[in-house]
């Protein structure tokens, strides 16, 4: 007699949802170098994002505007509370401080091609102003950063503002990281370093500690350029609320809101990760500071971290913002990632969106690398009209929400307009959850 | 000497009329009266004026200098000279943190003593202070020299990287990656001309040398607990 019994069935390997396979990829590699690993870019986690609200649009309640017959306004003016010269820009979208250094000369070329083409700023970085993206660009905020790398009062004069920056949203709290292999002689030079070290800049600024200094600070800079410029105070995502009153009280004209999702040349992968606020979370507690001064537009409020399309500009300009600006974004429209270089990324260890060892300088598309050969790659002339080319989509796309929400300027877009698809969303927009009335958090609920 | 009253005609009118002083100008000897420890007096001079503030002042004074010479008959606040491009601040008395915060180049002379964090992050200045000097003196000091009569305080020189550090007196304690060197004749010679622009006669044999030991200047894990 045959033995008939079943074969006892077997469940199927279960993963673990805490010690992931990614999890523990990092375990091994932590345990083979004995160092934290860094990277460049914002936070890859999901969080609650401009994806999480919707637009309500128009019905019987409002009318829309024509999509292709009737204007609607996206110039916006920057630095109107003090400066003497206020930025003037055809569009809301800038773009946002990286580094000589950090990017290729080419790089920052084309960033100053592209934003000059859409009528907007580009702004310098951590390693003080090149002359190609001076000269290839219409409008430049100037950048007061901790390191002064390359600060000069001749560049603070030839700005058309300048940006103090606090923090950034990668890495609130943290100072900048430029490795050995991307300081060459130029950036060397720039920055009075040697050669090939690993450069790490101060997490604070050398001559003020606190908000009362920093409005001491914003004095000598204006007295400097004879109360022309904008200044702007740009700030990393904690605690949005007490650090825009702070900014303005100090003096800003200008107040730059950095989420976490902001990108950064190189920092820790574990601090970006795990400090500071989603984008999202940070808009409104800033707008409301503003209010609360009854400074809202009058000091204007750029916001930025994971700005994507034209959807996510009118989301943050209905949440209050006057602008926004990207990065990651732009470096994608340069060339960053691009699938034709995924043989190459692969030879890296990495593949197409995924590539962030921005501080290696390996970079195939030729952006983030001060290699020779490899900046060779990128084509300042072409990036900068793609550049342009992605300002002007994020523009119109903008332009049709705004326009099927019945407003004739982007700046009109408001809070109202706006429904979110989750709970933490309606309650860091501070908008009701779709289908309800109800804003989480607000009216002790 | 053309004598321009802070207290009455205000710190703009001061700064525009600096600014407007060419490179070539006659008028290159000024007074500033009352300054009563105002802040931002004559920053981002560009031009090779002569200018000398009769009191104490507050912060920044002579920030961003290029090319003039500000005497400071007082004490100075804090950042005083900072981010200097060229040119020379003198101060008879005692300077407050940050001193020649970033400095470029030219050359800062403080009779006194120095506070806090003087001479961080500099980046080609000269500093020569002929009396003591506080906590984190030369944090992440870059390039140029910063030359000490009196005693350190602590943590001097910490994270440095290429600027030299002459001491005459005590150092409380060093900073990471700071190391005391041999104090060659180069660096003598290197020493007595900085000790003659800062118009002080200390003997160059009395000083001793710091600089970086350069073993922070690439990540290695192993160093991990001098951070």
Redesign the interface.
């Known amino acids: 007699m045959t033995d008939q019994s079943p074969k006892i069935p077997q469940t199927v390997p279960r993963q673990s949802a805490t010690f992931t396979n990614e999890i523990n990829s990092e375990i091994r590699r932590a345990a083979a170098t004995g160092i934290y690993d860094i990277r460049g870019g914002g936070a890859k986690r999901k969080v609650p994002h401009f994806d999480d609200l919707l637009f309500l649009g128009a019905s019987i309640s409002r009318y829309p505007l024509e999509g292709y017959r009737e204007k609607c306004s996206t110039n916006v003016t920057l630095g109107t509370r003090f400066a003497k010269k206020p930025i003037e820009l055809d569009i809301p979208v800038t773009i946002a401080g990286m580094s000589f250094g950090a990017l290729s000369g080419n790089a920052k070329e084309a960033l100053g091609r592209g934003a000059t083409l859409a009528g907007t700023s580009t702004t310098t970085g951590d390693g003080g102003m090149t002359e190609e993206e001076r000269g290839h660009s219409k409008t430049l905020v100037y950048q007061v950063l901790p390191s002064r790398y390359g600060m000069n009062p001749d560049d603070l004069r030839r700005a058309d503002a300048i940006e103090v920056v606090i923090g950034q949203g990668a890495k609130p709290g943290g100072g900048g990281m430029l490795l050995g292999q991307k300081i060459t002689d130029r950036v060397a030079e720039m920055r009075t370093l040697p050669k090939g070290i690993d450069q790490r800049s101060a997490c604070r600024h050398p001559d003020w500690t606190g908000p009362d200094d920093l409005e001491i600070k914003i004095l000598e800079l204006r007295e400097i350029t004879g109360w022309e410029k904008p200044i702007y105070v740009k700030i990393g995502g904690t605690r949005p609320y007490y650090d825009t009153t702070l900014a303005v009280k100090a003096g800003a004209d200008v107040v730059v809101l950095d989420g976490m999702q902001g990108g950064t040349a190189a920092t820790q992968d574990v601090f970006i990760e795990h400090v500071g606020l989603p984008t999202l979370a940070c808009i409104r507690p800033a707008v409301q500071a503003l209010q609360d001064m009854g400074l809202h537009r009058e000091v204007q409020l750029v916001i930025s971290g994971g700005i994507r399309t034209g959807a996510d500009v009118a989301k943050a300009l209905a949440l209050g913002a006057d602008a926004v600006a990207i990065g990651t974004a732009a470096m994608v429209a340069l060339g960053d990632n691009d699938p034709r270089w995924e043989s190459e990324y692969n030879a890296l260890g990495t593949t197409t969106g995924a590539y962030d060892d921005w501080h290696e300088g390996r970079d195939p598309a030729g952006i983030t690398t001060q290699d020779p050969a490899l900046a060779a790659r990128l084509d300042p002339v072409a990036a900068g009209r793609r550049l342009r080319n992605y300002l002007a989509v994020l523009t119109l796309e903008a332009q049709t929400i705004a326009r099927a929400c019945g407003h004739n300027n982007l700046h009109n877009l408001e809070p109202e307009d706006l429904c979110a698809l989750t709970m933490e969303a309606a309650a860091m927009a501070r908008v009701p959850l779709a289908g309800t009335t109800w804003i989480p958090g607000q009216g002790g609920f | 000497m053309q004598t321009f009253d802070l207290e009455a005609d205000g710190?703009?009118a001061l700064?525009?009329t600096l600014?407007a002083q060419k490179e070539h100008t006659n008028a290159t000897a000024w007074e500033i009266i009352n300054p009563k420890g105002s802040?931002?007096l004559a920053?981002?001079v560009?031009a090779p004026l002569d200018i000398t503030v009769r009191g104490s002042t507050?912060?920044?004074c002579a920030?961003?200098n290029?090319l003039a010479t500000i005497r400071i008959k007082g004490n100075a606040g804090?950042?005083v000279a900072?981010?200097m491009?060229s040119g020379s601040v003198i101060i008879d008395g005692d300077a407050s943190?940050?001193a020649g915060?970033?400095g470029?180049g030219g050359t800062l002379v403080i009779k006194g003593n120095a506070a806090s964090?003087c001479g961080?992050?500099m980046?080609?200045i000269d500093i020569i202070v002929h009396g003591n000097i506080g906590h984190m003196s030369a944090?992440?000091a870059?390039?140029g020299n910063l030359v000490v009569c009196g005693d350190a305080g602590d943590a001097l020189g910490d994270s440095l990287?290429?600027a030299r550090i002459f001491v005459r007196g005590s150092v409380k304690s060093l900073g990471a990656d700071c190391i005391e060197k041999e104090m060659r004749p180069e660096h003598i010679e290197i020493l007595r001309d900085l000790l003659a622009r800062g118009e002080c006669d200390a003997d160059p044999s009395e000083f001793r040398r710091y600089g970086s030991a350069r073993k922070l200047?690439?990540?290695n894990?192993d160093n991990a607990s001098a951070y």
Do not use: C, W
Request: without cysteine; glycine residues 12%; aromatic residues 18%.
């Open positions: 710190l703009r700064n525009s600014h802040h931002a920053v981002g560009d507050g912060y920044y920030g961003m290029k804090p950042g900072e981010n491009m943190q940050y915060a970033t470029r964090r961080i992050s980046k080609g944090f992440m870059q390039s990287y290429e200047y690439n990540f894990v």
